[in-house]
C-alpha cells in the first residue's frame, strides 16, 4: 500500500483505548490508529462479504459503514435488525443518504473511491475515483450533487451525478466532516487540522471564510433554518456553535472526552463522546447541558430521524447502532452490525 505523503493512514499514533479493546480481544486488528482524533482502519486481512437480502426497502433504515468488515450494513429501523449487507471495499467510512432517499453514497478513504448506492434495491450503481483520501461525504438538497473532503489534498470536491464532472475548491488541513445547509446556499467543511470551518457558498463553490474554532473539528451539523453550524472538536472535548451569518463562533459546550459528530433533534443538540462512551445533550436554544447518556463503546456516527424522534448512535467498538428516543432521552433498541461501525455522515434513510 503506498503511503499518503501528509499523514499515512496507519501510521498516525495509538489510542490507549484502541490497545485496550484490541488486547481484549484477539480477532480485532484494529492496533493503529487511523487519522488521529479518529478511529482505528484494518491493518491486514481479506473480508468479502455478500447481500443477506435482497428485497427492496419499505422502513426507515440506517445505512452503516462498517469499517472494518469493508462493507456497508443496512439496518431496518422498525425492526433494530440489520437486513442486508453490501460489499465496498477500501474501508468505507463517511456516509450521505440523499433526502429523497433515492441513493446513498460512501466513501472509501484507502480505495479512493465513492460507492453510489440505489437505496431502495440496495444495489451498487457505480464507483466514481476519487484522489486523496476521500472521507465526509454530504448530498446537496436536491441530489444532484455530492460533496467529498479529500483528507489529504485540503480541498472539497463536488461530483455532479448527472456528468460525473468534478470540480474543487481549496479548504484547510485534513478535511473531514462536511455539511450543506437544507437552504443549500452554505456547504461547510472542518480543516481537523487548521481548528477551523471553511464555509463554502454552494452557488460560486468558492471558499467565503475561514471560522476559528476548536482543536480537531471533524464532525460538522447545520440547524434546519440554515443559521447555525456546529462542530465537535475532538481534542479540545467541546463543541463549537457557529452563527453562519455573522461568521463566528457563538458559544462553546463542553462535552465529554473525544467529541466525534454533531445531531439535532427536538431542539436538543446530541453529542457522541469517544472516549467516554456516551451522548451528551444540550438544549439547542439556552444551549445549557441537559443530560450525559451511556451508550455503546466508542460512540461515532450519530444522526437523526427526518421527524426528529429518534437519534441513533453507531459504536465503533462494540458493533451495534442504539436508538435514543431524542424527548425522553431513553434508550429504545439496539441492532448489530458489521465490524467497526462509523456511519460518519448522514445515513438515516426514512420510510417512502
Wanted: include cysteine.
Amino acid at each position: 500500500m503506498k503511503l499518503q505523503p501528509v499523514m499515512p493512514a496507519l501510521v498516525a499514533g495509538i489510542h490507549a483505548k484502541t490497545m485496550r479493546r484490541v488486547a481484549g480481544i484477539a480477532g480485532k486488528l484494529f492496533a493503529l490508529a487511523w487519522m488521529a482524533g479518529t478511529s482505528p482502519a484494518m491493518t491486514g486481512g481479506l473480508f468479502l462479504s455478500v447481500s443477506i437480502l435482497s428485497s427492496p426497502a419499505s422502513a426507515a433504515e440506517a445505512f452503516v459503514t462498517a469499517q472494518g468488515a469493508d462493507s456497508l450494513s443496512i439496518v431496518d429501523l422498525s425492526k433494530m435488525a440489520t437486513v442486508a449487507t453490501l460489499p465496498i471495499g477500501g474501508k468505507p467510512a463517511g456516509i450521505a443518504v440523499s433526502r429523497d432517499g433515492a441513493r446513498a453514497f460512501v466513501t472509501s478513504p484507502e480505495g479512493k473511491f465513492l460507492t453510489v448506492i440505489d437505496a431502495a434495491t440496495r444495489k451498487i450503481e457505480k464507483r466514481i475515483p476519487v484522489e486523496g483520501g476521500p472521507l465526509g461525504v454530504a448530498a446537496s438538497p436536491d441530489g444532484k450533487r455530492v460533496y467529498v473532503a479529500d483528507l489529504y489534498g485540503r480541498r472539497l470536491v463536488e461530483i455532479d451525478l448527472a456528468t460525473g464532472a468534478q470540480r474543487s475548491v481549496g479548504v484547510g488541513a485534513m478535511a473531514s466532516g462536511v455539511a450543506v445547509a437544507p437552504d443549500a446556499r452554505t456547504i461547510v467543511v472542518a480543516d481537523r487540522d487548521d481548528n477551523a470551518l471553511s464555509l463554502i457558498d454552494a452557488a460560486s463553490f468558492s471558499r467565503l471564510a475561514t471560522v476559528p474554532v476548536g482543536k480537531h473539528p471533524f464532525g460538522v451539523a447545520i440547524d434546519a433554518s440554515s443559521a447555525r453550524a456546529y462542530s465537535a472538536n475532538v481534542e479540545s472535548d467541546d463543541v463549537s456553535v457557529v452563527d453562519l451569518s455573522a461568521r463566528k463562533v457563538i458559544a462553546t459546550l463542553k462535552c465529554g472526552s473525544r467529541p466525534y459528530t454533531v445531531a439535532l433533534a427536538k431542539g436538543r443538540v446530541f453529542v457522541a463522546n469517544q472516549h467516554g462512551d456516551s451522548v451528551s445533550v444540550f438544549d439547542a436554544e439556552t444551549l445549557a447541558p441537559l443530560e450525559t447518556l451511556k451508550v455503546g463503546e466508542y460512540p461515532e456516527g450519530l444522526a437523526a430521524s427526518a421527524d426528529g424522534a429518534r437519534v441513533y448512535v453507531a459504536n465503533w467498538f462494540s458493533n451495534e447502532l442504539w436508538a435514543l428516543d431524542a424527548q425522553t432521552l431513553k434508550v429504545v433498541g439496539k441492532a448489530e452490525t458489521g465490524d467497526g461501525p462509523r456511519a460518519f455522515g448522514a445515513f438515516i434513510r426514512d420510510a417512502n
